[in-house]
């Protein structure tokens, strides 16, 4: 089946530090990844996606790669903020099948501190 | 307006008692979803609607229903809840585009089960 891994939170940085949470996942065939962030007391926004191999997904500074040798896609920020602070979700959705809901991993709470 | 609608926010509830969460969209898309949110297991997927017609369960269906009253309605009733029901529950929707799907997430309803 379809699985998901991530990097185990809290992750704890000073403002403008670098960021990584690592990624990776099981499936069969070429799925679709994605980034999910949730905000204290909000529902999930897409962050970024990719949707195939070497695919580079970004958005509001955050980047992440599709690596289909390493299945991973890493998330990354040179520079957080403190509003960046939220939990963040690696998902994936298997393509060319006629059922595709995600597949969550478990979330790593990032914490930026001033 | 938000585009995915949950209703109630909150709900503080009795074992044994009838539950039911509603969702309402008004993305216009087909497919709508619900999940669970628990403290380090990430979300996970209840059931799901790929159409008025097509209902399916996810990976933990037992101790749920759905009904899906209109395209842009899409109900989860707890038929007699119990604590570990206790939980963060939200619905999703989506559309699939180009082979892949991005969803959408309501705020969430926090769900306790005493």
């Known amino acids: 089946g379809n699985s998901v891994t991530q990097m185990e939170g809290p992750v704890t940085l000073s403002e403008e530090a670098f960021l990584t949470i690592n990624c990776t996942y099981t499936a069969t065939g070429y799925p679709s990844l994605f980034w999910y962030v949730q905000y204290p007391g909000e529902g999930l926004q897409l962050l970024l996606k990719a949707t195939k191999a070497d695919d580079k997904g970004s958005n509001k500074g955050f980047e992440a790669t599709y690596r289909k040798e390493t299945t991973s896609f890493h998330l990354e920020k040179g520079s957080v903020q403190v509003s960046d602070s939220a939990v963040y979700f690696c998902?994936?959705?298997?393509?060319?099948?006629?059922?595709?809901?995600?597949?969550f991993g478990s979330g790593t709470r990032l914490q930026v501190q001033p | 307006d938000a585009d995915v609608t949950q209703t109630p926010r909150n709900r503080i509830t009795k074992t044994g008692k009838r539950i039911m969460l509603e969702c309402s969209q008004t993305?216009?898309?087909?497919?709508m979803y619900w999940y669970r949110q628990d403290p380090g297991l990430g979300l996970r997927l209840i059931y799901y609607s790929f159409d008025v017609k097509d209902i399916n369960k996810g990976e933990i269906s037992d101790g749920y229903s759905v009904s899906r009253q209109a395209q842009a309605k899409f109900s989860l009733s707890l038929e007699s809840a119990i604590p570990n029901q206790t939980a963060l529950y939200f619905c999703?929707?989506?559309?699939?585009?180009?082979?892949?799907?991005?969803?959408?997430f309501g705020p969430g309803t926090r769900l306790t089960v005493l």
């Open positions: 998902a994936l959705t298997p393509r060319w099948t006629g059922r595709r809901a995600l597949t």
């Open positions: 993305k216009g898309h087909d497919r």
């Open positions: 999703a929707t989506s559309e699939s585009t180009g082979g892949t799907d991005t969803q959408y």
